[in-house]
């Protein structure tokens, strides 16, 4: 079965800062990987996918992610945070698995951003 | 070219009553899938559906809950006699196809509050 964690709970990090959120997966075949973004009361948004080829994806709002298949990884990053970027972030594994194509999430990091 | 509605966005239901939640799909996509997030964690899959058709049914409780997708009209997913532990945040997702790695575009979420 596919499997998200996601070890980091909170993080708090400083406006202009550098970030890295962590994600591991478990997933017995080529995964699809997904980072989404949910801002207080709001649904979810993407911030970037991974599906093959280049390991180190481009999303929205200035973020990338590598995929690291030795390490079974998926982090976030982005060079300098904005207070805006405070939020809850959730990776995600995606594939066709014989009944669709459902997500499984991590339990998600809560991200403050220090002014 | 709106996104994904549901409504209503905010529920509150007495234990022993009925809650129907409806989410109507990006237009041109005919696969819904449902998440349910409980306070402090990640989005569970609960269903995937498309037209007339439930497809994978894996994530949904046993008892009191059901969906459907019908030809006409949106989705809706059904609690019946709710308690307390139904309380959570709702949320549908759609895609166009189903194909690997298909993003899935988000709705904002029904927040049901049992009392």
């Known amino acids: 079965a596919q499997s998200v964690t996601q070890p980091d709970i909170h993080i708090t990090v400083s406006e202009g800062a550098s970030l890295e959120l962590r994600c591991n997966y478990s997933y017995g075949a080529t995964p699809y990987l997904f980072w989404y973004v949910q801002s207080p009361g709001q649904g979810l948004q993407l911030l970037l996918k991974y599906f093959s080829g280049d390991t180190l994806v481009q999303g929205i709002k200035g973020f990338e992610a590598e995929f690291k298949r030795s390490q079974s990884s998926f982090n976030l990053r982005k060079p300098s945070v904005h207070w805006s970027d405070a939020a809850e972030y959730f990776c995600a594994v995606g594939g066709l698995t014989g009944g669709g194509n459902k997500l499984t999430f991590g339990t998600g990091t809560q991200l403050k951003v220090e002014l | 070219n709106a996104g994904v509605m549901q409504n209503p966005r905010h529920l509150v239901r007495r234990r022993g009553q009925e809650a129907r939640l409806r989410c109507s799909p990006m237009k041109g996509h005919s696969h819904v899938y449902w998440y349910r997030q409980l306070p402090e964690e990640g989005l569970k899959f609960m269903v995937y559906l498309q037209k007339e058709n439930i497809i994978d049914e894996s994530g949904m409780p046993k008892e009191r809950f059901s969906a459907e997708f019908p030809k006409e009209g949106p989705s809706i997913l059904r609690i019946q006699q709710v308690v307390r532990g139904d309380s959570a945040a709702y949320f549908c997702?759609?895609?166009?196809?189903?194909?690997?790695?298909?993003?899935?575009?988000f709705g904002p979420g029904t927040r049901l509050t049992v009392t």
């Open positions: 997702a759609s895609s166009p196809i189903q194909a690997n790695g298909d993003e899935q575009y």
